[in-house]
């Protein structure tokens, strides 16, 4: 998010936004919020359109998320069964958290969790829910997380003077304890699994 990026939002400016959020669902669990407070802040000073900031997300981070549920439908299921003892998952272990699985509340809030809203759409399909509910729940839940960081950028910096530059160090600090964090809960995981063998 510097002036290169700048540049980058004038010339492709909502489809690049579509495609940020499109990839913030499907690629990496990383916390977008910065990013859609950095959008806030430059439609607060006039670069980019508001509300085309809030839609061009929306459509995207939807987008990816019906793209991963039919992801999940498809490939979900086999690779669990293949792969999951190396991501400490098995069947009884994937049945107990499906068990507990609030797929309401999960895909309306989950997407204020980085990790979480990567996840609940290939959980959604590899179950096989009504893809009807899972579009619904999907399209509210990136309305209104996406809607909630942007205006809060636009409307803070209407009060103070935010440059852009900030949240990117802000962006990067989140990230990377976000990191540290999945780094530390990987360590326990792995660590129960010692204690138990």
């Known amino acids: 998010m510097s ?9 492709y400016s909502y489809l690049l936004i579509f495609i940020m959020g499109f990839f913030g669902i499907v690629g990496i669990p ?37 793209t991963a549920y039919f992801l999940g439908a498809k490939i979900g299921k086999p690779f669990i ?3 999951g003892r190396y991501l400490g998952m098995n069947s009884k272990r994937w049945n107990s958290f499906m068990d507990h699985w609030n797929i309401k509340k999960s895909l309306l809030f989950g997407f204020f969790i980085p990790g979480v809203r990567q996840l609940n759409p290939y959980f959604a399909g590899i179950e096989h829910l009504s ?4 579009a619904l729940f999907s399209l509210i839940g990136s309305v209104v997380w996406v809607s909630v960081y942007t205006l809060l950028g636009f409307f803070i910096s209407t009060y103070i003077p935010i ?20 780094i530390i809960r990987w360590r326990k995981s792995s660590h129960s699994k010692e204690t138990e063998s």
């Open 3 to 11: 002036a290169h990026f700048l540049e980058l939002l004038s010339q």
């Open 30 to 66: 990383a916390p977008e919020e910065s990013l859609f407070v950095y959008l806030g802040v430059v439609s607060k000073q006039g670069n980019l359109f508001l509300w085309g900031c809030i839609a061009a997300s929306s459509l995207g981070s939807f987008t990816g998320m019906l």
């Open 81 to 83: 069964i293949k792969y």
């Open 131 to 134: 893809f009807f509910l899972f």
């Open 163 to 182: 440059h852009p530059l900030i949240i990117t160090y802000v962006g990067i600090g989140l990230f990377l304890l976000f990191i540290v964090q999945m």
